[in-house]
């Protein structure tokens, strides 16, 4: 028997267990949306210029607000972090108000 791959240490599958049918499921999608050109057909589309992105903030410390759950209370930064959250952003009237994410992206 042979030792886990650095693939497999860092995410806890073998790569060739990402498959069309799975990748969208965890925990595949760990990996594959951040690589899905290695899965599906892909091309790059560059943005326009000038419309950087805002810096990520959390919003007036919404992540420490509680919501009550069917199992209980409990944070919204523990919600996310629970449920395999991979980021949050947060809108307002058309507007942009804060983002998360998660400590892998």
């Known amino acids: 028997m042979t030792g886990k791959t650095a693939f497999e240490t860092r995410y806890g599958f073998a790569r060739n267990e990402v498959l069309l049918g799975n990748w969208r499921e965890s925990p595949f999608n760990r990996w ?31 992540l420490d607000e509680k919501v009550a759950l069917a199992g ?18 947060i809108m307002k009237a058309g507007k942009f108000v804060g983002d998360w994410f998660a400590p892998h992206m």
């Not at 594959?32 to 990520?56: D, K, R, T, Y």
């Not at 209980?72 to 949050?88: I, M, P, Q, W, Y």
Request: proline content about 6%; glycine content about 12%.
């Open 72 to 89: 209980g209370a409990e944070t919204v930064a523990a919600f996310l972090t629970r449920s395999d959250t991979d980021a949050l952003t």
């Open 32 to 62: 594959s949306f951040q690589n899905v050109g290695e899965l599906v057909p892909s091309a790059g589309i560059a943005a326009m210029p000038g419309n950087g992105e805002l810096p990520a903030q959390d919003s007036d410390g919404l």
